[in-house]
T-cell receptor
Framework: EPEVTQTPSHQVTQMGQEVILRCVPI?????FYWYRQILGQKVEFLVS????????KSEIFDDQFSVERPDGSNFTLKIRSTKLEDSAMYFC???????????FGPGTRLTVL | AQSVTQPDIHITVSEGASLELRCNYS??????LFWYVQSPGQGLQLLLK??????LVQGIKGFEAEFKRSQSSFNLRKPSVHWSDAAEYFC???????????????FGKGTHLIIQP
């Protein structure tokens, strides 16, 4: 069964450093998403991406965040200058157009020291 | 703005007993409704979804959910829980007619299910 994959599973970084989280969505899906879950809290929507551009973003997705689909398979989330409060689990999801069913990856746990 | 409320932070159920997890939503129109499960250290797995039609929907792992428009609720049920059902359960909504589109899911805060032997 096709699945969304994410790398790395755990990323540790120093405050102020840039990180790139990687996702490989399901191959025939066209909509891509990033969510985050701070420890013990609910899952929060960050951004959606379609046709090589951002479709929607939440207020969390400020200028320090960016997304990119650098090739036909990867979908990345970049955090330019990490802060302590960026420590969270980051989930990638993808959706087939018209499907209304987002498939989630296993997540990347980001720890900012 | 839409919101999802899961009033129970923790629920403890004996193995073999029935389960009901509550979810209420606040939205201008009936959204699409979902239940996801998250096992420790794992990602989110879709249990079931409601778009329209029959208000009782069946999902994976023996779960079902009932949509009640009058109560703006979408409660998850299982007639007999197993120890492997211990996990975090999230209710989520997305605006109607997204068409697989760009809207992000709005999640509730989750209910942590504990199974007693």
């Amino acid at each position: 069964e096709p699945e969304v994959t994410q790398t790395p599973s755990h990323q540790v970084t120093q405050m102020g450093q840039e990180v790139i989280l990687r996702c490989v969505p399901i191959s025939n899906h066209l909509y891509f998403y990033w969510y985050r879950q701070i420890l013990g809290q609910k899952v929060e929507f960050l951004v959606s991406f379609y046709n090589n551009e951002i479709s929607e973003k939440s207020e969390i997705f400020d200028d320090q965040f960016s997304v990119e689909r650098p090739d036909g398979s990867n979908f990345t989330l970049k955090i330019r200058s990490t802060k302590l409060e960026d420590s969270a689990m980051y989930f990638c999801a993808s959706d087939q157009i018209g499907g209304n069913e987002q498939f989630f990856g296993p997540g990347t746990r980001l720890t900012v020291l | 703005a839409q919101s999802v409320t899961q009033p129970d932070i923790h629920i403890t159920v004996s193995e073999g007993a029935s389960l009901e997890l509550r979810c209420n939503y606040s939205y201008g129109a009936t959204p699409y409704l979902f239940w996801y499960v998250q096992s420790p250290g794992q990602g989110l797995q879709l249990l079931l979804k409601y778009f329209s039609g029959d208000t009782l929907v069946q999902g994976i792992k023996g779960f079902e959910a009932e949509f009640k428009r009058s109560q703006s609720s979408f409660n998850l049920r299982k007639p007999s829980v197993h120890w492997s059902d211990a996990a975090e359960y999230f209710c989520a909504v997305v605006p109607t007619g997204s068409g697989g589109g760009a809207d992000g899911l709005t999640f509730g805060k989750g209910t942590h299910l504990i199974i007693q032997p």
